[in-house]
């Protein structure tokens, strides 16, 4: 999710004015999603490097990401949407750390759209300690590597491997997000900043991604007259 800063300068706002915004269309996508075929939607909340950002902006994304939880919580459980979170924990607020808590508890029994947030979340650091978890056992194949991500990453739910990872915001590169799990995942860019990307959006990325021929190393399949 990626440009809403951006979004918001070029108006003159403050950049929290614009992952304010990219909070509303969080609402709108999470609720689009399942009409538009989408079992699983992982969104990158927050990564590790952004502890780089100024001081200021980190807190107010993290208090932002807190008061999100303990708000939309209600709406996901009604709606049958089960919230998981992937990433570190020990590095955020006790208070944020409640929310997650009370959002996982909240939306445990959901049997529709699965929803992760990543949060605090390396993908490369994630590898390294799933890694560590498996040195030693000659016999971890790659069913059991995906287990220990799982657990290094914190994940309640196992989730398939990317099918579409969409970024938007105008940048073509992956910035250490799932990048075990978007191995054979189809690739879709675009320069609308996350606040200007609504469900329309998706469903054209989705168009586009139903479009291509995904081949997983093997042949096309030869078609008969």
């Known amino acids: 999710m990626d440009g809403s800063g951006r979004w918001a300068e070029a108006r003159g706002l403050a950049r929290l004015d614009g992952h304010r915004a990219g909070e509303r269309v969080v609402r709108q996508l999470v609720h689009a999603a399942p009409g538009l075929g989408i079992g699983t939607l992982t969104l990158f909340a927050f990564s590790s490097d952004n502890w780089k950002r100024p001081p200021a902006e980190v807190a107010a994304l993290l208090v932002l990401l807190r008061d999100f939880l303990l708000d939309f919580q209600h709406d996901t459980a009604a709606a049958g949407i089960r919230i998981d979170i992937i990433g570190r924990r020990e590095r955020l607020s006790p208070d944020l750390q409640q929310a997650i808590e009370a959002a996982l508890s909240t939306t445990r029994s959901g049997q529709g759209l699965h929803l992760r947030l990543a949060i605090d979340y390396s993908a490369r650091d994630v590898i390294l300690r799933a890694a560590r978890a498996c040195a030693g056992d000659a016999g971890a194949d790659r069913d059991g590597f995906a287990r220990a991500l799982q657990a290094a990453q914190h994940a309640r739910f196992a989730a398939p491997a990317v099918d579409l990872l969409i970024r938007t915001g105008g940048e073509q590169r992956l910035s250490d997000f799932l990048l075990w799990e978007s191995a054979y995942a189809e690739l879709y860019f675009t320069a609308k900043k ?32």
């Open 194 to 225: 996350w606040p200007e990307f609504g469900p329309a959006d998706l469903q054209a990325a989705i168009h586009e991604f139903r479009a291509r021929e995904r081949r997983f190393g093997c042949l096309p399949r030869p078609t008969h007259a």
